[in-house]
């Protein structure tokens, strides 16, 4: 997510199905507090662009690091995806 200050709150992380089959997502969860994923829940056909939102709780000033668990058909355990960052507090 990188640097925000409080109350700029979303980060994208854009993908492409680089495979031959319909990618499914089936769940997104994340791996602590202040974190909160959502994803598009239709396949992406192969060569889509897919994306999946992060909201972080910015009202946390300060250093994160975080992860959130993607599972899909393209593999049986989860893919990590990592989320960090820092919340600045913004100027007066």
């Given at each position: 997510?990188?640097?925000r200050l409080?109350?700029?709150e979303m980060?994208?992380?854009d993908s492409t199905n680089t495979g031959e089959l319909p990618l499914i997502i089936h769940t997104v969860k994340s791996g602590g507090g202040g974190i909160v994923?959502?994803?598009s829940r239709e396949p992406y056909l192969p060569g889509a662009r897919g994306k999946i939102e992060i909201r972080y709780d910015?009202?946390?000033v300060g250093s994160f690091n975080r992860?959130?668990?993607l599972k899909c058909n393209a593999t049986q355990k989860?893919?990590?995806i990592r989320v960090q960052g820092s919340v600045l507090m913004r100027p007066n």
């Open positions: 997510i990188g640097v409080v109350g700029s980060c994208i992380r994923p959502s994803y910015t009202k946390r992860s959130i668990t989860g893919i990590q």
